[in-house]
């Protein structure tokens, strides 16, 4: 692609978008700011309003209240075809009895370029997905990866301002998804286009987004870097949809320096970081990786039998089970510095406080 001159605003703004089949709302007062150029994942499981929200901003759906901008314009109003937007499904619709050539010129129809000029857009367009050389092939000659980046390219045809993916690599086998991705990533990051990826896989958006948009029954529940969701969590929700977590519960107790609480629970008084009024119930999240097994319990420490030690070769995964009967899952990344404790051996149990989210109830 040609560097483009510098661009007016375009960042994609969301105000209380709110969508409802009959009884049922779908989208729940939505607000989103987009960066400029930025790759935001929309994350949560199916049916919780993800294709839906795409859509409004794609012009398929209309909201029953709020607003949609692309920098100053109003698309509330604009059909699909006249909003600098374009989508790309799951399926990737591409003709199948038109070389991969035409199928990217076709998506160039109706912007009154020449022969040449199209030729031209089509060779970037396939240097750009890395499929040089593929102009005369037909899709279902392709692999599944490939198909997918023809898609793209199509998408890109128009250089929209915003490109909309619904489960982009959801076709896609697990090896070639993870492939696939940082493919993705690197031609956002080349293009400088927004995207805005639909997903329901957290390992997914964790890879490709700058910022992960958590969705919960039609509403946004959480909006942040990958990094802050795992490890700040607003929620049980949220912590439990972005990865593994323990969730213990507890009752609130006094503060200590640093930010740091007492919470009484039925494994005993832990340690943990966040805030509230002494005597809320709340619950503990604490994430597998962040036991320590075998490690210093600490004046709050716990202990428990090892019930089970599977080997994941970059990692080992642990099962405790308490006194009390609860189960605590802890992992440690191998190589381990010390001796790997056996199955059925008592073992110690460290829960950092700094590691331990409080969380509401
Ligand atoms: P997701 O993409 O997160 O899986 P959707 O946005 O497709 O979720 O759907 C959100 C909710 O809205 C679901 O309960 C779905 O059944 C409902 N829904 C979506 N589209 C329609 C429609 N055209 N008519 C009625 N209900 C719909
Ligand atoms: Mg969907």
Redesign the pocket.
Known sequence: MHPSPPRPDQRLRLERVTKR?SA?T?VDAVSLDLGEGEFFCLL?P????????LRMVAGFETPDSGTIRLGETDLTALPPHRRPVNMMFQSYALFPHMSVAANLAYGLKGLGLSRAQAAGRVRDLLRLVRLEGFEARRPDTLSGGQRQRVALARALAREPRLLLLDEPLGALDRALREETQGELRAIQRRLGTSFVV?THDAAEAMALADRIGV?ERGRLVQVGPARALYEHPASRYVAGLLGDVNLIDGRLGRAEPGGIRSVETALGILRASGEGEAGNAVVIAVRPERLIVGGEGGPHGLSGLLTEATFLGDRIRYRVEMANGTTLRASAALPAPGPIPAVGETVTLGVPADSAWILPA
């Open positions: 089949f049922h779908a949560g199916s049916g919780c309003g993800k294709s839906t929200l639909v969705m």
